[in-house]
């Protein structure tokens, strides 16, 4: 990088803005200022659905609680089992699920036994019923088979005392199955997270409003409300605010008094209508920081009373790059969730890709699976921080380092696939 390349007043046109925080460097900045909410609350399982947990969950017994069949078929000792040829074991009763057999197995004996149920006392195996041949009151068994087969072992699944869920688990469709398998009809979870948000701007209508010359059907609202419905957090939508200095203000003191986190679109650049900045730094503590990424460079973070602030830029896409890399990863951690990096898969560019070194691009791609079985990844369409379709077309993004340059056609490059990021 030579000097005579950085101007003076360094644009998002430019290669090269020493003033610009690196993506890593903004999000730890932006983490070190959060810590998870403090209040709980005891839910029922249903209702605790997506909610994150407050504290580990021991297991309160084993599961399986006792030693069971995996198949139908007969309960044996495996020391009756024939190493070679076929042994007739005499059957003295059965058990179902439910409706074990209480007796205890004795030399030379079988137990007819269902999937689930209790494997009687002095059995170690079942053979299933394929591999067994009834006769009355008797049944054979040839060869081959392995002592403990086809039985589920008290404990094997969960040991009385392990943890089952650690704290900070957002409660997935299968937990509330496994709580149910304990027996627990509640738990306890981190109250939710409210967020108040607005869109700013003189040249935004709202549906249903006509369309005058110069104006746009306001999207950032609703890009916002999709992305924080997906988390599960309580949603406060303050709706437009006009490019004026008094309403910006009210609005902000009246979302942050209701919210934990406060996020605006619009109104962070440098234009002659740009008022967030002004405003904010006379209500709260703010830092407003250009980053080394493309698209969402300016973005203003901080506090308003005890209210986290975020002021994404207003391009829609910038929008929702700069939800997913910031403020859901700063979402999750007050949630009480441990930090986890978004997952990142290579994939072989299908097409040259434009890339400025000195930012991190974030371009909105279309992932999947080459006849080679290899990933393969194409641009959804044009990549202008305003050409939200071509977001919808995409199912990642193609993460391009600050440091890296044009990517040629069969170039390796990182994907952040949207199935799991949101
Ligand atoms: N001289 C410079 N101008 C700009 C620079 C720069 O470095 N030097 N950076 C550009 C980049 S990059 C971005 S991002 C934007 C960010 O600016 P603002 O946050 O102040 O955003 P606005 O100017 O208010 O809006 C930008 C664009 O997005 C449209 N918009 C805004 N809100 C919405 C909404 N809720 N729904 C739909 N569309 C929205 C707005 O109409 C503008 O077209 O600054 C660049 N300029
Ligand atoms: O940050 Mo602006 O990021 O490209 O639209």
């Given at each position: 990088m030579s000097e005579a390349r950085i101007p003076a007043q360094p644009s998002c046109a430019d290669d090269f803005d020493p003033q610009s925080l690196p993506v890593a460097e903004a999000l730890a900045r932006i983490q070190q200022q959060v810590q998870p909410v403090s209040g709980c609350e005891q839910l029922n399982l249903r209702a605790a659905l997506g909610r994150v947990l407050a504290a580990d969950v021991l297991a309160p017994?084993?599961?399986?609680a006792y030693d069971n069949s995996a198949m139908d078929g007969y309960a044996v000792r495996s020391a009756d089992l024939p190493a070679v040829g076929s042994v007739r074991l005499r059957l003295v009763g059965s058990a179902f699920a439910g409706q074990p057999w209480g007796g205890c197995l004795g030399a030379g004996e079988a137990v007819r036994i269902m999937t689930g149920a209790l494997l009687p006392d002095g059995a170690d195996s079942v053979v299933m019923q394929e591999h067994a041949a009834r006769d009355g009151d008797s049944v054979s068994i040839g060869s081959g088979h392995r002592a403990g087969q086809n039985v589920r072992r008290v404990g094997e699944d969960l040991r009385c005392g392990s943890v089952v869920l650690a704290g900070g688990r957002r409660i997935a469709p299968f937990d509330v199955g496994v709580l149910a398998s304990l027996g627990r009809g509640e738990v306890r979870v981190r109250r939710r997270v409210r967020v108040a948000f607005f869109s700013t701007g003189d040249e935004l209508r709202s549906i249903g409003e006509p369309l005058e010359a110069g104006c746009v059907y306001d999207s950032n609202r609703y890009s916002l409300y999709g992305m924080l419905s997906r988390l599960g957090v309580d949603v406060l939508d303050f709706g437009v605010v006009r490019d004026c200095r008094e309403a910006l203000r009210e609005t902000l003191r009246e979302a942050a008094a209701s919210a934990d986190v406060v996020i605006t679109s619009g109104?962070?650049?440098?234009?002659?209508?740009?008022?967030v900045r002004d405003t904010l730094l006379a209500l709260g503590r703010i830092h407003f920081w250009k980053i080394a990424m493309k698209p969402g460079r300016p973005l203003a973070f901080g506090h308003i009373d005890d209210a986290l602030f975020f002021g994404l830029p207003g391009n829609p896409v910038a929008v929702v790059v700069t939800f997913f890399q910031f403020v859901q990863p700063a979402l999750h951690r007050l949630m009480g969730m441990p930090e986890q990096a978004p997952l990142l898969l290579r994939a072989r560019a299908l097409a040259p890709m434009k890339k400025r070194p000195g930012r991190t691009e974030y371009q909105r791609g279309i992932l999947q699976r080459e006849a080679d079985g290899q990933l393969g990844v194409r641009l959804s369409g044009a990549q202008g921080s305003g050409v939200l379709s071509s977001m919808s077309r995409a199912n990642c993004f193609v993460v391009l380092a600050q440091a890296s340059a044009e990517v040629a056609a069969g170039d390796w490059v990182d994907v952040q696939p949207f199935e799991g990021l949101y």
């Amino acid at each position: 990088m030579s000097e005579a390349r950085i101007p003076a007043q360094p644009s998002c046109a430019d290669d090269f803005d020493p003033q610009s925080l690196p993506v890593a460097e903004a999000l730890a900045r932006i983490q070190q200022q959060v810590q998870p909410v403090s209040g709980c609350e005891q839910l029922n399982l249903r209702a605790a659905l997506g909610r994150v947990l407050a504290a580990d969950v021991l297991a309160p017994v084993d599961v399986p609680a006792y030693d069971n069949s995996a198949m139908d078929g007969y309960a044996v000792r495996s020391a009756d089992l024939p190493a070679v040829g076929s042994v007739r074991l005499r059957l003295v009763g059965s058990a179902f699920a439910g409706q074990p057999w209480g007796g205890c197995l004795g030399a030379g004996e079988a137990v007819r036994i269902m999937t689930g149920a209790l494997l009687p006392d002095g059995a170690d195996s079942v053979v299933m019923q394929e591999h067994a041949a009834r006769d009355g009151d008797s049944v054979s068994i040839g060869s081959g088979h392995r002592a403990g087969q086809n039985v589920r072992r008290v404990g094997e699944d969960l040991r009385c005392g392990s943890v089952v869920l650690a704290g900070g688990r957002r409660i997935a469709p299968f937990d509330v199955g496994v709580l149910a398998s304990l027996g627990r009809g509640e738990v306890r979870v981190r109250r939710r997270v409210r967020v108040a948000f607005f869109s700013t701007g003189d040249e935004l209508r709202s549906i249903g409003e006509p369309l005058e010359a110069g104006c746009v059907y306001d999207s950032n609202r609703y890009s916002l409300y999709g992305m924080l419905s997906r988390l599960g957090v309580d949603v406060l939508d303050f709706g437009v605010v006009r490019d004026c200095r008094e309403a910006l203000r009210e609005t902000l003191r009246e979302a942050a008094a209701s919210a934990d986190v406060v996020i605006t679109s619009g109104g962070v650049s440098v234009g002659e209508a740009d008022f967030v900045r002004d405003t904010l730094l006379a209500l709260g503590r703010i830092h407003f920081w250009k980053i080394a990424m493309k698209p969402g460079r300016p973005l203003a973070f901080g506090h308003i009373d005890d209210a986290l602030f975020f002021g994404l830029p207003g391009n829609p896409v910038a929008v929702v790059v700069t939800f997913f890399q910031f403020v859901q990863p700063a979402l999750h951690r007050l949630m009480g969730m441990p930090e986890q990096a978004p997952l990142l898969l290579r994939a072989r560019a299908l097409a040259p890709m434009k890339k400025r070194p000195g930012r991190t691009e974030y371009q909105r791609g279309i992932l999947q699976r080459e006849a080679d079985g290899q990933l393969g990844v194409r641009l959804s369409g044009a990549q202008g921080s305003g050409v939200l379709s071509s977001m919808s077309r995409a199912n990642c993004f193609v993460v391009l380092a600050q440091a890296s340059a044009e990517v040629a056609a069969g170039d390796w490059v990182d994907v952040q696939p949207f199935e799991g990021l949101y």
